[in-house]
């Protein structure tokens, strides 16, 4: 069965620090892979996304992901955290076999302290 | 990007009565919409996916008859909960898939019954 593997459910970090939220994931077929912001009571934003070729990709608001298929692993990263990036970040997968369902993770609260 | 809107944001209702949720797609159409349900403090259950012009095909465990939806347009998918319970409170979000499989999602509607 596909699974997302958030493996922290919170993250504190200073405001200036590096950031990295961990995903790893089960899947049985070529993935493709996205990381959402949430803000409470709100939507998801797409941050980035993985579709094929180079396996860093870029995104909105400083943000980069590498994909690690000998890992099953797409960490996000931000080298530096702004009081903003507070927020529910979610990790999901999604396959076109399996109808572009995305399966999510259980998502990592970042706090950012000052 | 593209933009996703979601009515109401917040609902309050009686128990037994019906409460529809509209998402719309502003700037694109989308063929296939999706329809997911957030419980405090945890991540994204799709419950069905909406596709324009047919049945929306629902996930194991979710009751069509009680969570209607009707994708009439390609820009209009709407979730109607059938005579609501207090169980069924909760944040549902929409999403609109587009070009390459990216799902952008609306802001969410939070229902609350009594």
């Known amino acids: 069965a596909q699974s997302v593997t958030q493996p922290d459910i919170h993250i504190t970090v200073s405001e200036g620090a590096s950031l990295e939220l961990r995903c790893n994931y089960s899947?049985?077929?070529?993935?493709?892979l996205f990381w959402y912001v949430q803000s409470p009571g709100q939507g998801l934003q797409l941050l980035l996304k993985?579709?094929?070729?180079?396996?860093l990709v870029q995104g909105i608001k400083g943000f980069e992901a590498e994909f690690k298929r000998s890992q099953s692993s797409f960490n996000l990263r931000k080298p530096s955290v702004h009081w903003s990036d507070a927020a529910e970040y979610f990790c999901?997968?999604?396959?076109?076999?399996?109808?572009?369902?995305?399966?999510f993770g259980a998502g990592t609260i970042l706090r950012v302290k000052s | 990007g593209a933009v996703v809107s979601q009515h109401p944001s917040w609902v309050i209702c009686k128990s037994g009565t019906s409460v529809k949720i509209e998402c719309r797609s502003l700037?694109?159409?989308?063929?296939?919409m999706f329809w997911y349900r957030q419980f405090p403090k945890q991540s994204l259950m799709l419950m069905a996916t909406?596709?324009?012009?047919?049945?929306?095909?629902?996930e194991q465990g979710v009751e069509k008859d009680k969570f209607l939806i009707n994708h009439a347009s390609l820009t209009l998918s709407t979730l109607t909960v059938t005579s609501a319970h207090p169980e069924d409170s909760s944040f549902y979000i929409c999403?609109?898939?587009?070009?390459?499989?990216?799902?952008?999602f609306g802001a969410g509607t939070r229902l609350s019954v009594l």
């Open positions: 999403s609109a898939m587009v070009a390459r499989n990216i799902q952008y």
């Open positions: 899947y049985g077929a070529t993935p493709y």
């Open positions: 993985y579709f094929s070729g180079d396996t």
């Open positions: 999901a997968v999604g396959a076109v076999e399996y109808g572009n369902k995305l399966v």
């Open positions: 700037d694109f159409q989308a063929t296939t």
């Open positions: 909406s596709n324009e012009g047919s049945k929306a095909t629902y």
